[in-house]
């Protein structure tokens, strides 16, 4: 093998082992879509909406932040991953300036506003 074949198989990546850890694509592509907002406040829970449905993420609420999260206005609620396999619940933030969205993951501060969303999803499941 010369030097240059040696390289190849050491640039060479592997794929991550199932259960590995890494980012969800449907969490990547979330995330990376909600870069693209340029509303305002009032256009925060249709982009988040819509940015959800093409995600194969699922819209629960959205609410005031009340100070539950750090330079957040809004929270929309977001539960990611397929209903017969482990999901998630998600918040996306709107930051006090109304110009970027980011996301969060439920934290010591939150758990009651995920418990909340787990029984409303909940809820729903029996309508």
Do not use: W, Y
């Not at 040696?6 to 592997?14: E, N």
């Not at 009340?66 to 482990?86: H, N, P, T």
């Amino acid at each position: 093998m010369g030097a240059s074949q040696a390289a190849v198989a050491i640039a060479t990546p592997a794929p991550l082992p199932a259960g590995d850890g890494g980012i969800p694509m449907g969490l990547l592509e979330l995330e990376l879509s909600l870069d693209g907002f340029s509303g305002n406040k009032d256009d925060f829970p249709g982009f988040v909406r819509t940015v959800a449905d093409n995600a194969g993420a699922e819209f629960l609420f959205a609410l005031p932040a009340s100070e539950l999260i750090d330079d957040c206005m809004s929270i929309a609620v977001l539960r990611l991953g397929d209903a017969d396999a482990e999901t998630s619940i998600l918040f996306a933030c709107l930051d006090e300036q109304g110009t970027a969205i980011r996301i969060e993951h439920p934290s010591d501060g939150t758990r009651d506003l995920e418990r909340f969303a787990e029984s409303f999803v909940g809820v729903l499941e029996r309508m």
